[in-house]
């Protein structure tokens, strides 16, 4: 089955370590999208993309940094900086390269929490 | 930029009762317009898509919603609630060229048995 794998589901981190989520589709989907999920504040977007080896920075990119070095993956990683970083964080895709029509497929989610 | 406001973030309903959950777009038309749905410690799913085809689209699980200009809407109902429609949903807006999608701050249902 065609889908968006999302890993770690759960992830504890102490405070001022870094941490990478993976996120890997088999869709052959161009673009690659992270958002953010708290309480109340819907999704934001941290980083997004549209091809290979590139990439933008979304609405709340500080404390994040990615790379998208092969069509099927985007790696997120959660960097000290972050001064909030517990959150439900969620990978998305969709056909992109003027393809798009904007419906995004989604992971099951990652949720992250500094102890 | 385009954005969407969705009024309400709990609204609860009886089973079997009428489902209104509210959106409504920024001053530009945007080319599309979509509904989400989001289980508990899940990813969220396409409900349905506006795209200037028709402006009454119906969705997956009996879920419709109408594209109105004139009031700036595209307001999601269900003729009849069942208990497994209690979950989050989300209002989107796709800008940027195309290339971004924008997430209303969500409404979560709860139906009441």
């Known amino acids: 089955d065609g889908g968006i794998t999302q890993s770690p589901k759960y992830l504890f981190r102490k405070e001022g370590q870094n941490v990478t989520l993976s996120c890997e589709q088999n869709l052959n989907h161009d673009a690659m999208y992270w958002y953010r999920q708290d309480p109340g504040q819907g999704l934001r977007l941290i980083y997004y993309?549209?091809?290979?080896?590139?990439?933008q920075k979304g609405d709340i990119a500080e404390g994040y940094s990615v790379s998208r070095e092969k069509k099927e993956s985007f790696p997120l990683t959660v960097t000290s900086a972050q001064k909030n970083p517990t959150a439900f964080y969620l990978c998305?895709?969709?056909?992109?390269?003027?393809?798009?029509?904007?419906?995004?497929?989604f992971g099951e989610g990652s949720r992250l929490t500094v102890l | 930029a385009q954005s969407v406001t969705q009024l309400g973030s709990h609204v609860s309903v009886s089973e079997g009762a009428l489902v209104l959950l509210r959106c409504n777009y920024s001053s530009s038309v945007p080319p599309y317009l979509f509904w989400y749905v989001q289980y508990p410690n899940q990813g969220l799913q396409l409900l349905l898509k506006?795209?200037?085809?028709?402006?009454l689209v119906k969705g997956i699980n009996g879920f419709e919603a109408e594209f109105k200009k004139s009031e700036t809407s595209f307001h999601l109902t269900k003729p009849s609630a069942h208990m497994s429609d209690a979950a989050e949903y989300f209002c989107?807006?796709?800008?940027?060229?195309?290339?971004?999608?924008?997430f209303g701050t969500g409404t979560k249902l709860q139906v009441i048995p």
């Open positions: 998305a895709s969709s056909l992109g390269q003027g393809r798009n029509t904007g419906e995004l497929f």
């Open positions: 506006y795209t200037s085809a028709a402006t």
């Open positions: 989107a807006v796709i800008e940027g060229g195309y290339q971004k999608v924008t």
């Open positions: 993309s549209q091809i290979v080896n590139d990439f």
